[in-house]
């Protein structure tokens, strides 16, 4: 059995949206509802928790030590470590924050944003997934339930995509050069899972790996015929999302969540809402920071 350790003891509500500074050896990651950033430096096993002004969806390492992009509620920020500044880079025209929040978001190799949004209380299909270039929000799928993991094949030919209230994972070819996506197609259908498909990252190997909200697991499925792999348990119900990081990139960081669970159902998962780390017996590839 593959063994899950601890990472960071957090208890997050909603801990999401991992990424790995390989530069600078440091992880991050977002408790959404509580308006939280968490940054994890594997040297020194410190961790510091910032506190920002509004929801926030998803962090991402710049070029800049120090800097990194957050999507709040309203669009993306600059946050700057040294004296908490936070710089609007820009939002989509015509969102409403108070209907709509920003969820997950990576950028591609070109260091171009990629994130979409979620109604607050995800009833709605009518949400939105965009690319973000020199801060013009591009909107590139519409009718979307609750956006979600993402992430690219390691030649950079193919995007993958959750919408997690459909219980699906897209697959799409991916032109690099343009951020142009096509040929949209199901590849994985999530719905006899048991669980929704939330947060992802994609192995050295093009395979998919996926966090299952109300499964205690990540799967990992293959990018090219969409079959199960194999699966990893962990102490937690809502299993939120992976990333690769270390500087070989052979440890898998994983995210949870304690949103909307009982006593009981934490009991029977008491890691809910903490950092994990496992060694999947894969590698994964660098996390893609944003240009500056």
């Given amino acids: 059995m593959t063994e899950v350790q601890t990472l960071v003891e957090c208890h997050n509500r909603l801990g999401e949206g991992p990424s790995y500074d390989d530069v600078n050896d440091l992880l991050y990651?977002?408790?959404?509802?509580?308006?939280?950033?968490?940054?994890?430096?594997?040297?020194?096993?410190?961790?510091?928790?910032?506190?920002?002004?509004?929801?926030?969806?998803?962090?991402?390492?710049?070029?800049?030590?120090?800097?990194?992009?957050?999507?709040?509620?309203?669009?993306?920020?600059?946050?700057?470590?040294?004296?908490?500044?936070?710089?609007?880079?820009?939002?989509?025209?015509?969102?409403?924050?108070?209907?709509?929040?920003?969820?997950?978001?990576?950028?591609?190799?070109?260091?171009?944003?990629?994130?979409?949004?979620?109604?607050?209380?995800?009833?709605?299909?009518?949400?939105?997934?965009?690319?973000?270039?020199?801060?013009?929000?591009?909107?590139?799928?519409?009718?979307?339930?609750?956006?979600?993991?993402?992430?690219?094949?390691?030649d950079n030919k193919h995007l993958f995509y959750i919408d997690s209230g459909k219980y699906a994972v897209y697959k799409f070819d991916f032109d690099l050069d343009s951020g142009e996506i096509s040929n949209k197609r199901v590849l994985i259908d999530f719905k006899d899972q048991h669980a929704n498909p939330d947060g992802m990252t994609v192995d050295a190997d093009g395979n998919l790996w996926i966090a299952n909200w109300g499964g205690f697991k990540v799967s990992q499925w293959d990018g090219e015929t969409g079959e199960k792999m194999r699966e990893i348990m962990f102490p937690a119900k809502r299993v939120t999302c992976p990333v690769f990081a270390g500087k070989d990139y052979s440890k898998m960081i994983v995210t949870t969540a304690s949103h909307g669970l009982s006593d009981e159902e934490i009991a029977e998962g008491p890691g809910a809402g903490n950092v994990f780390i496992v060694d999947a017996g894969v590698k994964g590839f660098k996390t893609n920071f944003y240009a500056l």
């Fill in 29 to 154: 990651w977002v408790n959404i509802f509580e308006k939280e950033i968490f940054r994890y430096d594997f040297a020194t096993g410190e961790v510091e928790k910032r506190t920002l002004p509004k929801y926030v969806g998803y962090i991402v390492p710049t070029e800049k030590k120090g800097v990194v992009l957050v999507g709040l509620q309203d669009g993306a920020y600059l946050y700057d470590y040294s004296d908490a500044t936070l710089t609007f880079v820009g939002g989509p025209v015509g969102h409403d924050p108070l209907t709509y929040r920003f969820n997950d978001g990576k950028c591609d190799a070109k260091g171009r944003i990629w994130a979409g949004t979620a109604s607050w209380f995800e009833e709605r299909f009518d949400a939105s997934f965009y690319r973000v270039e020199n801060g013009r929000f591009t909107p590139m799928l519409s009718g979307v339930n609750v956006s979600n993991g993402l992430g690219w094949s390691p």
